[in-house]
């Protein structure tokens, strides 16, 4: 089946030191997006790729960056995380940039810092 | 700006009996709509949407949907509820644009069916 893979499910750092989740998709959808998700909170939109093109939230903060290599893989990049970047980071695809189209997730990686 | 509001924190319902989860929502223009299911550990599943067309939306594992222009809802709507529904679940808009493509979550509701 067709479908989003976050790897891995749980991750664990230390304060401060990088970490870098990733994320595929064998779905061929162009876009593709990060959230983060504290505690059961609604997902909040980090930054998107839509093709190539980055577009980052306003209030990401500076911490976290993006990259996508091609069209099936997508990394979250954290350069120093802190106590409060511990959350479930979701990614999620869609086919195009039309707003009537459906998010696919995935199942999430659950970072946590010690 | 666009936003949606899920009323309840917490529903119970017994196993059997019908589920409503309520959503409202605020968007310029026509709304694009949709439920998502989190089971735990998990990420969203999308239930179903809302575009054009027909109020009453039908998507994944028997439920339903209805859309009401005037009241400005989508009340996500089961006949009758299931143990395996007991999950969280968002309510989600986006605008009618293309590359509008932030979609606006509710702060979900965490259904609980009791047997």
């Known amino acids: 089946d067709a479908m989003v893979i976050q790897n891995p499910r749980y991750q664990v750092t230390q304060f401060g030191k990088p970490v870098t989740l990733s994320c595929s998709q064998t779905l061929n959808h162009n876009v593709m997006y990060w959230y983060q998700q504290k505690s059961s909170q609604a997902p909040k939109l980090l930054f998107h790729y839509y093709d190539k093109d980055f577009n980052n939230e306003a209030d990401t903060p500076d911490n976290f960056q993006s990259r996508r290599p091609n069209t099936s893989f997508c990394f979250l990049d954290i350069r120093s995380p802190g106590l409060g970047d511990a959350a479930m980071y979701l990614c999620?695809?869609?086919?195009?940039?039309?707003?009537?189209?459906?998010?696919?997730f995935g199942d999430g990686t659950r970072l946590s810092i010690l | 700006a666009q936003s949606v509001a899920q009323p309840e924190d917490q529903v119970n319902v017994a196993e059997g009996n019908p589920l409503t989860v309520k959503c409202t929502y605020s968007?310029?223009?026509?709304?694009?709509l949709f439920w998502y299911v989190q089971y735990p550990n998990r990420g969203l599943q999308f239930l179903l949407k809302y575009i054009t067309g027909d109020n009453l939306v039908k998507g994944s594992y028997g439920f339903e949907a209805e859309f009401n222009k005037s009241q400005t809802s989508f009340h996500l709507k089961k006949p009758s509820a299931l143990v395996s529904d007991s999950a969280l679940y968002f309510c989600a808009v986006r605008g009618p644009n293309f590359g509008n493509e932030k979609l606006t979550f509710g702060t979900g509701t965490r259904l609980t069916i009791i047997p």
């Open positions: 968007v310029s223009g026509n709304p694009y």
């Open positions: 999620a695809t869609s086919m195009t940039a039309y707003s009537n189209q459906p998010q696919h």
